[in-house]
Every structure is written in C-alpha cells, then in structure tokens.
C-alpha cells in the first residue's frame, strides 16, 4: 500500500504508484465526467492529489484545457495577486565531485575553468548585485567537501548580510547546496538563510543512479530525503524541482506532487517553493543527447497544473528560459522569476571572458534587471524586492497558513509596492520611474483594507520626501 507519511525515499517516492496514477490517467483522459469532477474539486483552490493532477495533465479534451489555464491564472492571482519577485543567482564555487552527466560542472570535465570566490570577490559581487538594485539572492555551489565545505558557505553568506553599499543590501540569501546533514542545515538555520533550495533532478531512482554515476550525489535516497533532514533541522522554508528532460514528464511530475505530499503530510508545510528549469546547453552538454526533452505546450500545461495542484507554493522560473516562455509562465502560475543572472563564477563585478568558461549553463534570457523590471511593469505585474516575511517570521506553516486563507495579499501587496518604490528611487531611469510610479498608483486604490492602504501611502510617501528605506508590514 502506498504510504505518503513515511520518511523513506522510496515510499514516499513511490515507483509502483507513480506507474499506477500514469496508466489510470491515460485510461480516464478521456472520461468527461470524471475530468469535470475533478476540475470542480480544483475550482475550491485547496489543491489536487498527484492522481487527480496527472489526470488533467494528460486529457487532450479542449474545453477541458481552456478551464485548467483559466483556473491556473485565477489561482495564481487569488493567492500571488500581480506580484513578481525577483531574485538573482550568485555563483561561489564551480568545483564538484560528482559526476552528473548533464552539467558541465561534473568533475571529468576538463574544459571548464575552476573557480571560488574569496571573500574579497564575494564582496565586489554583492556590490555588483545590489547596484542592479537586487534585495535577494540563491546561492549555488558545486559539492566539494575540501573547496566548498560548510564552513566556506557559512562564512560567505556572512559576508553577504554584511555588505551594505550605498542604499543596497541583501536582505534574503537563500541556499541551493547539496543534499547535507541534519547538523549542517542547523548551521545554515542559524547564519540565517532563507530557503534551502535543492532539485531532485530526476524522481526516477534507475534513471537518478545512471544520471549520477560518480561521486556523493549518486546516493539516491540520501538525496530525496534531504528535505526531510533540512525541516528536522528547523528550517521551515524548502524549495523543491526537477530538471525537466532527464525522464518523462509524466514520472516527474508526479514525483514532484507527491513529494510536495510527503513534506505536508509529516511537517504540515509543503514546499515553500517549486521550481521547473529544463535542460540548456552548457559547455560539454547537449540538450539533443536527452531523449526526454519538453516541448513548450506541455511545459505551459506542466506549470499549470502544478499551480492548481499546490495553490499556494511560489513558482520559480529562471533566465534559463526565453523572454517569451518566461512571459507566457507568468500567466499560468509563475510569482518568482530571475533578472539580470550570471551562472559564472566571479560574473557581475566583471564581465567573463570566453576563455575564461566558468558558466553552468547558456542564458536564454540575457536582459538586464532595468529591462526585466520595465517589461514586467508594462505587462501589468507588480516587481516585488520583498523580503519582509523572512524577516517578520512568516515562514514554514505561519506563511502558508496566510497564503492559505488569502490574507497574504494584506502584507504582500503594500510590501511589493514598497520594495518597488524603493528601486525606482534608488537605481531607476527616468522611464522607469515614470512607468513604475503609475502602477504604484493604480494598485495602491485596489489594496482593500483601508488601514493598510492609508499606511503603505504613508511609507511611500516617507521614501521620497524624507529618504527612509524598509518600511514593511
């Protein structure tokens, strides 16, 4: 029987089941009664069982996909309003010892240049960053116990919270490192991280071991049970993913749900975040070797159904993907997207050489942040530089408690617009301003508590006349 409540790996992963719910959807996928079923279920916005959402994703029933993308974008606008929240990449450390045959990070590439960040570069980074006007990053490290060991990275994020530059600061770091022990993510708790970021890869276990021949990583359950360790641990935000094109969408998907159940069952907190790269090139890696690759349509249905599955988790999308898949994600569900990225290593306070080749992967979206904040704003979305529930503790089960019952939107809009006014002060152009101060108006009026929306005029206000900075509710 399956048993989603169970800390094993390969129980709340479960092979079998996964198989099951593919076979039921594709016998169902055209049972009109059942798919309305369901989608009435969805409409309540409390979310779908992995079953009921491999349902919908594999109907090819017009009507059907009409509804789910309206749905998708209605959800996505019930619990994340308008709000963008943007975020950039920093880079620490290529050096790694596994060896993952889809990034050119593995360690029998000698091609790439290794590279780690001192101090002292870390620094001129944050000011680089925080000079686009950046609030919050994701760290990234290759897995090297003698380059990058637990105390490189605690010492580096204490640097970064140390930087102030001007009216710059990195309020929030988030952490993508590898899967770790219970001991070393109370450690990162404790330097005061934000989400601890770490993708699956691949929910397949055969698929995992052949993908990770070499090296720590090539423990499958170690792996997929790290979250489990992170939230033992105390921290209560985690972000979950895959890397579409490793093995069928299908499995991921739903290994992707199903883990989603898992933390919820036994923590009472799903993920904070859900993110869904697909493979790019990048150095020695050819998207063509995969057989698996996602085509636009059923990545756009993907993203859908993943916001009416799991209402309330924050979507991520990066410069992976181009200006207009990014835009299209938007709609369906998206809430957190990058702008302005390097993936090399030493890569905003100096533009890298070719030669120099520390990237992990090609860009697909090489705008600025000015650019991305301008396009977002001329499509209606609200940039958001927030941070302020990390920093108020409205995180774990008190953060989607609120995003639950809706009443985020009471501290998220007015501290969206904020952040946004205090970009367009401190490092937007003319036109920006301009283009931004406009959206602030008209979105301030549909704030619908009248206190809140009488104090966040106030806050506003007090940015420009007075020049005060990280007003927050």
């Known amino acids: 029987m399956y048993n989603k409540a169970s800390s094993k790996a390969e129980e709340f992963i479960n092979h079998e089941e996964i198989l099951k719910s593919i076979e039921y959807a594709h016998q169902n996928k055209d049972n009109k009664i059942l798919l309305k079923k369901v989608l009435e279920k969805a409409k309540l916005e409390k979310g779908l069982s992995h079953r009921e959402a491999i349902l919908l994703l594999l109907t090819d029933d017009e009507e059907i996909n009409s509804s789910i993308f309206s749905l998708a974008k209605k959800i996505k606008e019930d619990h994340y309003g308008s709000r963008i ?155 979950i993913g895959v890397l579409f094109g490793l093995e069928t969408y299908m499995y991921e998907f739903i290994g992707l749900l199903m883990h989603a159940e898992h933390l919820e069952e036994k923590f009472g907190v799903g993920p904070h975040t859900i993110s869904v790269p697909r493979i790019q090139p990048g150095d020695d890696i050819d998207p063509e070797d995969f057989k698996n690759q996602l085509a636009d349509d059923i990545f756009e249905k993907i993203i859908a159904m993943i916001r009416i599955s799991v209402p309330y988790t924050g979507m991520i999308i990066s410069t992976r993907e181009s200006k207009e898949v990014r835009e299209r994600a938007l709609e369906l569900g998206v809430s957190q997207i990058s702008g302005g990225s390097r993936t090399s290593v030493g890569g905003y306070a100096q533009e890298e050489k070719k030669e120099d080749n520390s990237a992990q992967f090609d860009l697909s979206d090489n705008r600025t942040l000015e650019e991305i904040v301008d396009w977002l704003i001329e499509l209606g979305y609200i940039p958001s530089f927030c941070t302020a529930c990390y920093r108020e503790g409205r995180t774990g089960d008190r953060f989607m408690q609120l995003c639950k019952s809706g009443q985020i939107l009471n ?63």
């Not at 969206?416 to 490092?427: I, R």
């Not at 003319?430 to 966040?456: C, H, M, T, Y």
Request: glycine content about 6%; hydrophobic content about 30%.
């Open 85 to 239: 929240v943007l975020f950039a990449p920093l880079y620490l450390s290529n050096y790694c010892v596994n060896g993952c045959v889809y990034c050119p990070y593995h360690s029998q590439n000698q091609n790439i240049r290794r590279k780690k960040l001192t101090q002292d570069e870390i620094k001129k980074e944050v000011i680089a960053l925080q000079d686009m006007g950046h609030k919050r990053l994701a760290l990234e490290l290759g897995e090297d116990p003698i380059n990058n060991p637990i105390e490189y990275v605690l010492e580096s994020i204490k640097t970064i919270y140390s930087i102030k530059h001007e009216n710059g600061q990195i309020r929030r770091a988030n952490v993508n490192i590898a899967a770790t022990t219970v001991e070393n993510y109370k450690k990162l708790k404790d330097a005061g991280i934000g989400t601890y970021i770490l993708f699956q890869e691949t929910y397949n276990k055969k698929s995992y071991e052949e993908l990770h021949p070499t090296g720590p990583k090539h423990n499958y359950d170690y792996h997929t049970e790290a979250m489990d360790r992170a939230m033992q641990a105390g921290i209560d935000d985690v972000g």
């Open 411 to 473: 501290c998220c809009q007015p501290n969206a617009l904020m952040t946004l006014k205090e970009y367009l002060l401190d490092y937007g152009s003319d036109f920006s301003k301009k283009l931004g101060q406009k959206l602030i108006d008209e979105e301030l009026k549909k704030i619908p508590n009248q206190r809140v929306k009488e104090k966040a005029s106030e806050y506003i206000e007090d940015m420009e006349k007075v020049g005060k900075r990280d007003f927050r509710f």
